[in-house]
């Protein structure tokens, strides 16, 4: 029996991986497409703006939205069920896409390939890792080393790494390609010392693919041909090195999420420069959910990466579907005040 091949595609919050899906499922040639989606926070906006996207190939029962917590650290209770379930279809997919949370550790999702009856069935056509080259550049996932070796002479102990910059680092290992998106945000010096940054980050040094608004070709996307769950050994991440022999336990502790509920938003553009101060103040790494404009049959999703802030309107809200604007918040546990954000937004 042929194995179905499937295909991880990580990369951290807001990076474009929702974007290169959603190209993705529009291209895929023909190809019937399971898509597995985890996201971080309790709103489901990824997986509600795939469903929205209308590609014949990836209907709606294709797509299955895991929100029990990161999938990195539910593998046993929540991702292998699924894959069971969707192995026990009539009609199989050709290929597995599974999205995963952008704080997510793609090493322990990939070795989960090796559980008996789905290593026989199943293998990973290969990891795929989105960076957003603008926050790249920008320094977002690097800290102040001057600045840290300055404070070391005074506190041995201190962790070099960032949470932020550990994860990049971890992402970037588990690849198998490199998609350097948002090239359109950075000149060639700019590209240029992304592709520097990324190359530092890893041992290992995957291929890297440069890509404007997650536009990928499903050529380039799919039939890596990898068998990444064979090499999984050699793809460790910090955390798995720092506690070799012990049982997972990874966790976000670092990061936290709420949700907001918004009224009815009369000037979307207005809306959302509002929105880009709040983020710039209190230092808001990702928001992103749906609003409701009177008078417009369609609601408007919001997607914000720091201060760059997208909006379009996606799908028309369905019947019977509450007309609602609420929005996912996401950043570093010790430096959002949650309520000074709702209270900023709830004051738009």
């Known amino acids: 029996m042929q194995k179905i091949p499937a295909t991880v595609i990580t990369g951290f919050l807001g990076a474009g991986k929702t974007t290169m899906i959603r190209n993705l499922l529009s291209n895929a040639g023909g190809k019937k497409i399971a898509l597995i989606i985890n996201e971080f926070g309790d709103l489901g906006v990824d997986g509600e703006v795939l469903k929205g996207c209308g590609a014949e190939n990836c209907t709606e029962d294709d797509i299955i939205e895991l929100n029990n917590g990161c999938i990195c650290c539910t593998v046993a209770d929540d991702f292998i069920p699924t894959m069971e379930k969707l192995l026990g ?13 952008g704080l997510a550790l793609p090493q322990p999702l990939v070795a989960a390939f090796n559980w008996p009856g789905i290593k026989t069935r199943v293998t990973v056509d290969g ?28 506190d041995e102990g201190l962790d070099h790494e960032s949470p932020l910059e550990e994860l990049f680092e971890d992402q970037l290992t588990a690849a198998d390609l490199v998609i350097l998106n948002k090239a359109d945000l950075l000149d060639a010096a700019g590209l240029e010392t992304v592709r520097e940054a990324v190359s530092n980050a890893t041992a290992r040094k995957p291929k890297m693919v440069v890509s404007r608004g997650g536009d990928v070709p499903a050529s380039v996307l799919l039939g890596l041909g990898v068998g990444t769950e064979d090499d999984i050994e050699n793809r460790k991440s910090h955390h798995e090195l720092e506690h070799e022999g012990a049982p997972h336990d990874h966790d976000h502790d670092e990061f936290e999420s709420f949700v ?8 979307p553009a207005a809306f959302a420069d509002a929105l880009k101060g709040i983020i710039e103040t209190h230092d808001i790494l990702r928001l992103k959910g749906f609003a409701d404009v009177p008078g417009k049959p369609m609601r408007l999703v ?7 802030i997208e909006t379009y309107f996606d799908r028309p809200w369905k019947p019977g579907e509450t007309r609602a604007t609420k929005l996912v918040v996401i950043g570093l546990h010790d430096e959002m005040d949650d309520a000074a954000i709702i209270a900023a937004i709830k004051g738009i």
Do not use: K, M
Request: aromatic share 4%; no cysteine.
């Open 302 to 308: 919001i997607q914000a990466v720091g201060n760059r």
């Open 127 to 154: 990891v795929i890792t989105v960076v957003d080259s603008a926050a790249v550049a920008a320094g977002r996932f690097a800290d102040d080393h001057d600045a840290i070796d300055a404070q070391r002479a005074e």
């Open 260 to 267: 907001v509920d918004y009224g009815p938003v009369a000037d």
């Open 89 to 101: 279809r009539d009609n199989l997919p050709d290929h597995i896409v599974i999205e995963t949370s």
